[in-house]
């Protein structure tokens, strides 16, 4: 039986959120899609969802219904995860997925807290910074999908929802869980729906997460899941596993490395693989059929497979982006790259690979 039950709006969010929780000591298990049968057993089962950039209507019904799930398995409390950019547009689906998740568990409010000061993602009054920028000038204002113009984040889910949302300040989170605990009480009885928590350390998340220990639903990035283990703990319900709870086989075979996201992150990381490791890019405005695509980069792969892991990538800087998807339209462009990669990484798997790394939600 679960004691925390996760939807992730995304598989590298899924996955990242679990090596979250296998730190803080609990065991994960990730499954992907809304699950047909019986759950596996692990303290944290993570459903790992397509519903970041799917339409609104089909978000909330994938959601609710791995939220059914995880409930009916005995989850304890519910954590919707998303990005630490906070990925969303002014229609969705960080609001209404989190609406219809307020509704169905009947808790009429939840935190919103998508921090994670290790990777450079902090909260301050209520601003989503990356690195030492605002969020919208931190290159994400030209995302592909979910283009962010605004780092307010009481204004973008504020425009997300029809209910209200309040803050609590980086004064009040220095004070610790028992104050920060006030302050969302104090909200809640305002009738605000949420809260948008600040966060610029590891200790403020784990704070949070304390204040949170009682909320039926959290909402955020992985970050704000580091302090749900303890809770769990001191309630006597997660027993100390030291290290065992990370413990995995050892896997043979060769390596990949499989690169979708656009940011410039991901485009810097691609530039100094070029140094080291062979790189394919895949050109979707020359090839813009999925199938050949794959085929091409799966031929290229054939003889470099071996000790030296592969890197495939349909990541490209903005103005590529924005011309594929002028020629194709914004949702066939995303969707033949992602088919061509679903297919890359199976023929990659058919030919001897079992380590893929993989960048880019989608």
Known sequence: MPLLGCIADDFTGATDLANTLVKGGMTAVQVIGVPTGPLPEADAIIIALKSRTAPVAQAVEHSLAACEALLAAGARQIFFKYCSTFDSTDEGNIGPVADALVKRLDCGFALANPAFPTNGRTVYQGHLFVGSNLLNESGMENHPLTPMRDANLVRVLGRQTDGAVGLVPFAVVEQGAAAIRRAMTALKESGRRYAIVDAVTDAHLLAIGEAAEHHALITGGSGVAMGLPANFRRAGL????????????????????????????????????????????LDPMATPDARALAAQALNWAEGRLGDTPVVIAASAPPEKVAALQARLGREAAGALVEQALATIAEGLVARGVRRLVVAGGE
Request: proline content about 9%; aromatic content about 0%.
């Open 238 to 281: 997660l027993p100390e596993r030291g290290d065992s709870a990370a413990a995995l086989p050892p896997m043979c075979g060769h390596a990949a490395v499989l690169a979708g996201s656009c940011s410039r992150a991901t485009l810097g990381q691609i530039g100094l693989a070029r140094d080291h490791l062979p790189v394919l890019e």
